[in-house]
């Protein structure tokens, strides 16, 4: 279950460190209450990377890389604005309801939407996924296995059941997940080859806020997404006292992600620790040793602040809940 729908983009794809698996996703994001925000926002991404954009503000459905221009007719963005204008109402009364559901007035709210699709082209094996959420938190997902949907709130309850009795929109969107979303992510994959299959290697830094703090490993940059970062003490791997944090979009197509060393700097500095990244574009592994001059810190005005990536995304289906 997700747990932060809005910010992660995760959620979205298999993680597996070299798997060929490619996605397609769409989320919906809805506002109220945050200044100089869209108040309704779509992104689509195929393997992490967005492909296009749409926001309450520009009101029109755009190309976010080269070659899906090459891969719709030229009428597409004019479908998909229609798409996405029709969709924006739907999302201010879900606020609404939510809103009423939980027992609140004012404030900042979000209501999020995810789905897509996912192809291994080595194994032919597919996958998918429909997921709602509130303010952050899991709302509701769908049960591909059963095509039922579940509630984790029972506040979502009442939504559950409703689209559990519509089997026509169960079957809708059955048909799109096996059939039309798999045939469009083969298209996009094809015409996006030479980006989505590119390779990028990553940068990594040891920060550390001040001498008391975790260390934390912060590997930047690299794509594609699947990357392995651990932590090792005398030259084996640390299966405790490491946090490791979710695998996130940059703005510009890239990824990143974070591993903190939980561990007393007097312990540290008395054995040998090194963070040790492991990726597809690398022929060797790249090992940061865990020594005061490899650490950047905030000792002296350095600020060394982590921007977390974030892209909100879109769907074709909207729901009333």
Known sequence: MLNTLLFMLILFAIDFIFAITHSLQYVYSGSSG?????EFMTVGLVDGEPFTYYDSNIRREVPRQEWVTKAVDPDYWDQQT????RTEPTFRTNIEVAKQRFNQTGGIHTVQRMYGCEWDDETGATGGYDLDGYDGSDFTALD?????????????FISAQKWNNDRALLERFKAYQTQ???????????YGKSTLERTVRPEVSLLQKDPSSPVTCHATGFFPKGIVVTWQKDGEDMHSD???GETLPNGDGT????SKLMVKPEDWKMNSYSCVVQHKSLQDDIAVLLEEKNIRTNQGGI?????IGWVSSALRFAKSI
Not at 34 to 38: E, H
Not at 82 to 85: D, F, K, P, R, V
Not at 144 to 156: C, E, L
Request: aromatic content about 14%.
């Open 180 to 190: 039309i979303c798999i045939e469009w992510l083969k298209k996009y994959v094809s």
């Open 242 to 244: 490491v946090e490791v």
């Open 255 to 258: 990824f990143q992600i974070t």
């Open 34 to 38: 945050i200044p100089n925000l869209p």
């Open 144 to 156: 591909f296995k059963t095509m039922t949907y579940v509630a984790p709130v029972q506040q979502a």
């Open 303 to 307: 600020s060394w602040d982590i921007i």
């Open 82 to 85: 229609q798409i996405s204008m």
